[in-house]
C-alpha cells in the first residue's frame, strides 16, 4: 500500500523558517516524481514544487526563491525548505507522488497525481 | 501563473448528469493534452478522477468523463449520486514542468 506521511509542520513567526519532510513507502520512491500542493483552509489548491528522479527541480513562481525541494532516494524522503514564511504561506502542505519514470525524462501518464499524504498544517503568525 | 477558472459551483438531481468547465489559456489548458481532475472530500486528501484529458485510473467509475475543446477543459458526471457531492479541481500542465490548479467547483447533489 502507498503512504506518504508528511511531518514538520507547525507554527512559525513571520520570516522564520520550516522543513518539512514527506516519509514513502508501498513504492519504489526513487522512480516517481514527487510534488508539494497546499491548500489554505477552505481554500483551493495550489501546486508548489516538483522534483525529478534524479533531483531536477521545478517551481512556482509564488514561491520561487524562498523555498527548495529536495529528496533522498536512499530513504524514500521528500523535504521542502520554507525560508523567509509570510502569512499567506499558512496553508496545509501535501506530499503527492507524481508520475513513474522508466528513466531520466521518461515518465508517464504526465501530471498522474495519483497517492497524497494527509497534510501538514503550517501556520505564520506573530 | 494564474490559477485556471471553475465556477465555483455546480449541481444536480441524483441521477442527473452534470459537467464543471476548467478555462485556461493556450499556454496551458489549449497547449497540452495534460488535464487532470481531482475529488476532495471535506476534510479528506484530494483523489485523482481524469488524466490526460479522458482517461480515468483504475477503480473510477465509468461516470466520471473528462474531455478538451481549445482552452477549456470539462469534467462531466453522469448518473449523479449522493457521494459524487464534494470539490472537484482540475489541474494543467503550465510548461517548464509546471503545475497549475483551477479555483475548484463545489459539486452539490440536490
Known amino acids: 500500500e502507498v503512504q506518504l506521511v508528511e511531518s514538520g509542520g507547525g507554527l512559525v513567526h513571520p520570516g522564520g523558517s520550516l522543513r518539512l519532510s514527506c516519509a514513502a513507502s508501498g513504492f519504489t520512491f526513487g522512480n516517481h516524481d514527487m510534488h508539494w500542493v497546499r491548500q489554505v483552509p477552505g481554500k483551493g489548491l495550489e501546486w508548489l514544487s516538483g522534483?525529478?528522479?534524479?533531483?531536477?527541480?521545478y517551481y512556482a513562481a509564488s514561491i520561487m526563491g524562498r523555498f527548495t525541494i529536495s529528496r533522498e532516494n536512499g530513504k524514500s524522503s521528500l523535504f521542502l525548505q520554507m525560508n523567509d514564511l509570510r502569512a499567506g504561506d499558512t496553508a496545509v502542505y501535501y506530499c503527492v507522488r507524481g508520475s513513474y519514470c522508466r528513466s531520466y525524462g521518461n515518465c508517464y501518464p504526465v501530471g498522474y497525481f495519483d497517492s497524497w499524504g494527509q497534510g501538514t498544517l503550517v501556520t505564520v503568525s506573530s | 501563473q494564474s490559477a485556471l477558472t471553475q465556477p465555483p459551483s455546480a449541481s444536480g438531481s441524483p441521477g442527473q448528469s452534470v459537467t464543471i468547465s476548467c478555462t485556461g489559456t493556450?499556454?496551458?489548458?489549449?497547449?497540452?493534452?495534460?488535464v487532470s481532475w481531482y475529488q476532495q472530500h471535506p476534510g479528506r486528501a484530494p483523489k485523482l478522477m481524469i488524466y490526460e484529458v479522458t482517461k480515468r485510473p483504475s477503480g473510477v467509475p465509468d461516470r466520471f468523463s473528462g474531455s478538451k475543446s481549445g482552452d477549456t477543459a470539462s469534467l462531466t458526471v453522469s448518473g449523479l449520486q449522493a457521494e459524487d457531492e464534494a470539490d472537484y479541481y482540475c489541474k494543467s500542465y503550465g510548461g517548464s514542468n509546471t503545475w497549475v490548479f483551477g479555483g475548484g467547483t463545489k459539486l452539490t447533489v440536490l
Open positions: 493556450n499556454s496551458d489548458v489549449g497547449g497540452y493534452n495534460y
Open positions: 522534483i525529478g528522479m534524479v533531483g531536477d527541480s
